[in-house]
């Protein structure tokens, strides 16, 4: 793989990009009481200070919900992050404007759900059809009967009916047209989330997500932070879109390592959890950081709000990272150094674990419990052993494939510039030379890992 400093990558990281998603960033305010070194606007600017979304007069670190806040809408338990799979990707097409802006709005708040496309015109649907290549076609009576158009005798995809009366006719329609199933609105609106998204797991194809990658440590110390952070910087320095997230909520090793304070009034993860229930893109967005390298930060609750990681669940670690997955290239997990219920399944959702240690007995002890205890298959890929050396050591890589059964996937060289970095919370500059280099060289082969699998499935 080349470097990609001249530009973006010959081909696109799998991701998916729904429609009117992408270009749509937050509206950011600087705050001027950080060291403008830190932060900087959406832009890659050199300067500024730390930004944070604009809260539309909320208090700061408020959830800001605009005129959402008192339209009523149905409410929904987050998912269980071990639940989490692809989303299904769904064409809905309702003639009746209301009737379609209440469907809308409710299977829109579903992490599991990607609206594709939205037509309210009939005559418009066989052509939407073609162009988005749904998962499944969600339609009325009326927008099913042009689905039987002969212009539409070749495309055939699942087709699931919702009507707001069901009658003899509407039945009818729905055998004529070869629906999967009918559901009358709203008394069966949960019965109709169910299944939308359980025909992911059906129709659904690989690659339309961001892909997932989660980085963990051996021991304490052993440079998971310094790799899951350079490595956000190096995909958005290569042009793809990457939001780094912080799972470790007790801790919240990121904030440390970025340079936030402990009382700096930041927007965490913790502040959406007055609208976990009903989460949409719009709510992750403002809680999402941006930094000056151009990647997002979802950072862990501030340590100095007394028991707000109590109140941040699985389910709403698993809602937010799919809502970014349907929004970016990358999304990056930074992994706590527990053997939990959440990081079991931060790492089951991931495409790719790394397992950073360093050269020395203890790491190599913890990657080999590390591995053990989360069932990663080294051998055949699943999870990745990266090499850091941050001080010099008598064992060498012949020792890790020893201890491990496989050979170090990277391996990220001794360098001062690092200590250095780290001591004034920086990352390392774009083209640092020594650990700069093995990190940037990690993302390509992780690029090229993903394009292989993508071209796989393809074939």
Do not use: K
Request: net charge neutral.
């Amino acid at each position: 793989m080349g470097d990609w400093r001249d530009g973006p990558p010959p081909v696109a990281l799998p991701h998916s990009t729904p429609p009117g998603r992408r270009g749509r960033a937050p509206r950011i305010t600087p705050l001027t009481c950080f060291p403008s070194w830190l932060f900087g606007g959406c832009s890659r600017l050199a300067g500024g200070g730390i930004v944070r979304q604009e809260t539309n007069g909320a208090r700061p670190g408020g959830v800001v919900m605009g005129s959402q806040q008192e339209r009523p809408v149905p409410q929904m338990a987050p998912l269980p992050l071990a639940d989490l799979g692809a989303r299904t990707r769904i064409l809905l097409g309702i003639a009746d404007l209301g009737f379609h802006q209440e469907v809308l709005d409710y299977l829109g708040r579903d992490p599991r759900v990607e609206v594709a496309a939205a037509v309210s015109d009939p005559a418009r649907v066989l052509g939407a059809l073609v162009a988005t290549e749904p998962d499944l076609v969600l339609a009325c009576p009326v927008v099913a009967r042009e689905l039987r158009h002969p212009a539409g005798g070749g495309v055939r995809f699942p087709i699931t009916i919702v009507a707001e009366q069901l009658t003899v006719p509407v039945l009818r329609d729905a055998v004529a047209v070869g629906a999967g199933s009918v559901f009358a609105w709203p008394e069966e609106r949960e019965r109709l989330a169910e299944a939308v998204a359980e025909a992911a797991g059906r129709s659904a194809t690989p690659g339309r997500r961001g892909r997932v990658i989660a980085v963990t440590g051996a021991r304490g110390g052993a440079g998971a932070t310094f790799v899951a952070t350079q490595l956000a910087a190096t995909y958005a320095d290569r042009g793809a879109s990457c939001v780094l997230v912080d799972l470790d909520l007790e801790f919240a090793g990121l904030s440390a390592a970025l340079g936030v304070g402990w009382g700096d009034p930041v927007r965490t993860v913790a502040d959406l959890v007055p609208v976990a229930g009903e989460l949409s893109p719009e709510h992750v967005r403002d809680a999402v950081l941006a930094h000056p390298r151009g990647f997002g930060i979802l950072l862990a609750p501030r340590p100095d709000v007394a028991g707000a990681s109590s109140e941040v669940t699985p389910g709403l670690c698993a809602a937010s990272v799919a809502l970014l997955a349907g929004d970016v290239d990358v999304i990056v997990l930074h992994l706590p150094r527990a053997i939990d219920p959440l990081t079991r399944a931060a790492i089951r959702m991931a495409d790719q674990t790394l397992v950073v240690t360093t050269l020395d007995l203890f790491s190599l002890y913890g990657a080999r419990r590390t591995v053990a205890a989360f069932g990663l298959d080294l051998m055949a890929g699943r999870g990745r052993v990266v090499v850091n050396e941050p001080v010099r050591s008598s064992l060498g890589l012949a020792e890790v494939e020893r201890v491990l059964g496989v050979r170090p996937f990277a391996a990220i060289r001794l360098d001062p510039g690092v200590r250095r970095a780290q001591e004034r919370c920086q990352l390392l500059p774009t083209g640092h030379r020594r650990a700069g280099r093995d990190v940037r060289r990690l993302a390509d082969a992780l690029y090229a890992e993903a394009i292989a699998a993508t071209d796989g499935a393809v074939r």
